[in-house]
């Protein structure tokens, strides 16, 4: 074999994870026979009619992948699970996952081979291997996860900004109902984790404010600063010690407000504050819930952290003459 050819032929291997399809070895200038010759020195093995492996390659999921994506051909696309974890989703699943379009090869050996429709817009390359992107592969991988796998990959797509929900319900009603249950089941994925239909903040703490009156609770204040200079605000202050805070999707998704949002939270409950955390959900499907523990709080507020606040701006004065003219 040509020096050259030798090169460009390593390069495939490389960029394959030690695999290649013997039309791209007669691409590179390599000859049927010199295929086969390798073959059997053991250089090479094959992998079915259409597909050799370096005998020195690594065994794993990118190298499974590759090979399975090879023999169904160029018109193939990685998607379901396996394409879950291109975009670092889920873990790989047992066999690859390709989509084929209709007409193409109907089997690969060791690998789960799907047909659905793909548009061409929601194909994009993903570590040389084309792929579903973020927002097609969630739909399909709503229908291949048990529902707290799909929920945690739901989380990491929009925590690692991959999707937003916005376009993920988009997503969704463009493909629904078409005898699919992967938009169902994302639809739902979205709902249990709170990303579907949350009020903005102010709209939240209105609500609380009305679970509060409704539960015969009145709050000190709400709009609280507290901690060291005053640096942290609280939503609503129920006696001295304890806090409620309300937190809405909008403004609490991303890993850094996260971050930012329990490095306060965990600096004034080592002050002695008790505070406790609902989302959307909590307020407006569990209130009884809710309640509940604001009570048993209330019932052992501490003394520490008394003081240690001082009202910004109290949404009690907006919102009380409506509360008493809506008669609860």
């Known amino acids: 074999m040509h020096k050259t050819t030798w090169s460009i032929v390593q390069a495939i ?13 007669r691409a590179a200038g390599v000859t049927d026979w010199e295929v086969d010759r390798r073959v059997r020195s053991g250089d090479w093995e094959p992998v079915g009619r259409l597909v050799v492996r370096s005998a020195a390659a690594p065994r794993g999921a990118e190298h499974d992948l590759w090979v399975a994506y090879l023999a169904a051909g160029p018109a193939a696309v990685v998607s379901h699970v396996s394409a879950a974890w291109l975009w670092d989703l889920a873990p790989p699943p047992p066999l690859p996952t ?10 690969v050996e060791r690998a789960v081979v799907h047909r659905p429709r793909i548009p061409a817009a929601r194909v994009v390359h993903r570590k040389g291997l084309p792929c579903t992107d973020p927002l097609r592969t969630l739909v399909e991988l709503a229908a291949a996860l048990p529902a707290a796998e799909l929920d945690e990959a739901v989380d990491r797509a929009l925590a690692r900004r991959l999707v937003s929900v916005p376009a993920l319900e988009a997503e969704i009603g463009r493909v629904a109902g078409r005898g699919r249950q ?17 009020p903005a903040p102010s709209v939240l703490e209105s609500n609380l404010l ?26 609503c202050l129920l006696a001295p010690g304890v806090a409620v805070e309300v937190d809405g999707f909008a403004y609490h998704a991303s890993p850094e407000q996260k971050g930012d949002d329990e490095r306060r939270r965990n600096q004034l409950r080592l002050e002695g504050w008790v505070l406790l955390v ?41 919102f009380a003459p409506k509360l008493q003219g809506e008669g609860q």
Not at 13 to 25: D, T
Not at 182 to 192: D, E, M, Q, T, V
Not at 211 to 231: F, H, N, Q, S, W
Request: net charge positive; charged share 25%.
């Open 13 to 25: 291997f490389r960029s394959h994870a030690g695999a290649a399809s013997r039309s791209e070895l």
């Open 182 to 198: 992967g938009p169902a089941l994302l639809r739902g994925a979205l709902g249990r984790r709170g990303h579907l239909g949350a």
């Open 98 to 107: 390709l989509s084929v379009p209709r007409g193409g090869t109907s089997r």
């Open 278 to 318: 609902y989302t959307w959900r909590d307020v407006l499907g569990d209130g009884n819930r809710v309640v509940s523990e604001l009570r048993a709080a209330l019932a052992s507020a501490p003394t520490a952290g008394a003081g240690k606040y001082r009202v910004q701006a109290s949404l009690l004065d907006c």
């Open 210 to 235: 009305r679970l509060l009156d409704r539960a015969g609770i009145t709050p000190l204040a709400t709009e609280v600063r507290a901690g060291p200079d005053g640096r942290y605000r609280l939503d």
